[in-house]
Nanobody
Framework: QVQLVESGGGLVQAGGSLRLNCAAS????????MGWYRQAPGNQRELVAT???????KYADSVKDRFTISRDNTKKTVYLQMNSLKPEDTAVYYC???????????????WGQGTQVTVSS
């Protein structure tokens, strides 16, 4: 079974920083795109940032120049460094990844359980 486990969320004041981590574990042959999404109360889940297997990145306009996504393939981990946090960044942040569990199986999309990020004003 493949699992994505997030960590690093918490409460921070506006202008502060947090780093989210998401580690993939289980039966994994390869990992393609990885990313972070977030969902605030009453809102739909939205893309925050993605990173491809070739380290090509994409960001939501609302987080450009403040957030940085990166990955460590040896650790099967994706990170989200969040700087200059704003109250509107408050949400549950979810890790997402496209994973091929074995050579003979297709790619599946997986979600983590989510981690709360709260930014106080």
């Amino acid at each position: 079974q493949v699992q994505l486990v997030e960590s690093g969320g918490g409460l921070v004041q506006a202008g502060g920083s947090l780093r989210l981590n998401c580690a993939a574990s289980g039966s994994i042959f390869s990992i393609n795109d990885m990313g972070w999404y977030r969902q605030a109360p009453g809102n739909q889940r939205e893309l925050v940032a993605t990173i491809s297997g070739a380290d090509s990145t994409k960001y939501a306009d609302s987080v450009k120049d403040r957030f940085t996504i990166s990955r460590d393939n040896t650790k099967k981990t994706v990170y989200l460094q969040m700087n200059s946090l704003k109250p509107e960044d408050t949400a549950v942040y979810y890790c997402n990844a496209d994973i091929k569990p074995s050579f003979y199986r297709r790619i599946y999309n997986y979600w983590g359980q989510g981690t709360q990020v709260t930014v106080s004003s």
